[in-house]
């Protein structure tokens, strides 16, 4: 099983080419606190129950993979979609805390993100872990893929 995830994560990451590739990548500390500052600023849109800016951290493509509990998903405009159906309203979204173990470049224009997320609700709490591939898109950071239990 660990030997798909990672041939899986392999395949995605060269699968998902940057159409700008004379983008200048910035230092390893930046790229590290860019992709901080964005789960950041996903907790606050999460928290806020804007999905739609909680996304915005995410490439906004068809290619757009997010594999969890119920398979994969393709495409940004899927993945929005389940995030709605699935935390309709504030009682299902309740407070999210990102907790970033290890950002690690894959190769340039590339980070692997593991961690754990905590979502307090009224209706139960739900807690898990995630793998995060963010790619340096057209001179943004922005997660290709997302693989969460």
Not at 11 to 31: A, F, G, H, M, R
Not at 74 to 83: C, I, M, R, T
């Amino acid at each position: 099983m660990k030997s798909i995830y990672a041939l899986l994560l392999i395949l995605l990451i060269y699968s998902c080419q940057s159409n700008d590739k004379n983008n200048t990548i910035p230092s390893e500390n930046e790229v590290k606190a860019a992709i901080e500052k964005t789960m950041a600023s996903q907790e606050i849109s999460w928290n806020n129950h804007d999905l739609e800016g909680f996304m915005q951290g995410y490439w906004k493509n068809d290619s757009l993979r997010f594999f969890g509990s119920k398979g994969l998903t393709y495409g940004w405009d899927n993945a929005l979609s389940n995030y709605k159906n699935t935390y309709p309203t504030p009682n299902e979204t309740g407070t999210l805390k990102f907790v970033l173990t290890d950002i690690s470049k894959i190769e340039n224009g590339a980070y692997l993100v593991f961690g754990e997320y905590h979502l307090e609700r009224n209706l139960g709490n739900a807690n898990g872990i995630f793998t995060i591939v963010f790619k340096y898109i057209n001179g943004d950071w922005k997660i290709i893929a997302d693989m969460s239990c």
